[in-house]
């Protein structure tokens, strides 16, 4: 009998010993929100997120939401992560960046141009479009694996005269693989790339580098879309970068369905909404990508593109200057606005255009710290398209659509940003849920009950 007593005892203090070490666990984790669902307790965490490593002859710099973030480099035997300690971090090889609700801005400088991205956590399908494998292309696809097993990615590329045969990439453990478009699709000026993830954790950055020999002639990255779409919006893009310089810019369009599609565009701004020529029930063969030049555009503020399709289509628009150097910047489809969540992101000390087109009326909040230490709060409202930009330079920004049907995107122009780069409002990780266990005494065997079976 003693025995069978200090038995249900060992068992009960076993019980309580990892609900305790449950809770302690569950206390030190600074990210994770517990919530009820449907009854159950949920554990809500921020997956963490990758940055893309440098570019060659480029100043390339994270710009992560506080000093004490855990990173860690994403190559062969690195896989402890320290605090960052530092704002601004270096970039060379992909950065790995703990879980947290802010989004961070990764960003590229040289010879006048600008490429900007937001790191993520990455997403198993995705389509870009845009780039060039043609003779000025030194463009590649920054194939990411964080985990610490193989991955593997199917590529299928798109050109003028339809599907190029898909290439499967392995890419080894806590390692990134490069693959230039070149190599994707030989001398094809126009193509778009389907990137499927098949197995393992990857994360996936398109960038468009072109040049003339020495000379550069621009960079920019491809935003990625989660998937084709009947109705794709452009939200930001502008017909010029100061007085008296005009920018050309050009759509690309694919239909990567079995069935040809009519698109028809419409260009949204503050003056108005009109569209374009090309752009009125134009007929698009499917498989193969297609580029129509906007010309003429008399557009004198920052505008939206909405397109409008019978069948499923992805879509990115190309805007492209000379000062000095060339440099342009891709727009690529972006997600409508969660309503009523905050979207955060540091803008280490650019200077960014904000662009917005709704459905309907717009209402915007938003919360911004500039680079001289004050602290400011506007409210930006109107009919279908808005745009805003601050006084100065800004470091953390906050965003928070206060209407649903919203749609935006961040647009760095002129010398206070170094070149020509968009990116569309697009958190670079959510949050996920889990079911956490709940302990439940009913299943410790009592000391009494076992003692009643064994008379």
Known sequence: MKNLWQQADKRIALAL????????????????????FGGRVVDATYPATVCPGGVNNAVSVAYLPNPKVAVRSVKKASVTLRPARTYRYALTTPLFVDGNPQSI???????????????????GDSWFVGGSAGISSAGYIDLINSGLSESTVDLLAYSANGPLPLQSIVIPANTEKKIYLDSLAPGEEKIAVHAITRAGRVTAYYIDIRKKGLRSLGADYVAPADEASKQVVLPGAINSVRKGVQLDQDIRLLVPGAADATVSGTIYSVDGAFVPIGLDNLRLPHGKVVEIALSKLTVSTPFALVLNSDQPIVAGMVSQTKLGTSDFAWSGAASELPEGESYSINMGGHLPLLSFYGNGKISIQIDYNLTSGKSRSVEVQGDRKVSWRPEGAVNRIEIRAKSSGIFGGILFSGNANSGLSYMPLRAGATLQNSVLPQADARVISRGSGTSANTK
């Open 105 to 123: 801005l990764a960003a590229n400088t040289s010879s006048g141009w600008l490429a900007s991205t937001v790191c993520t956590a990455g997403s």
């Open 17 to 36: 010993g990892l609900v305790i070490i449950g809770l302690v666990i569950s206390l030190l984790a600074p990210r994770a929100t517990q919530v009820k």
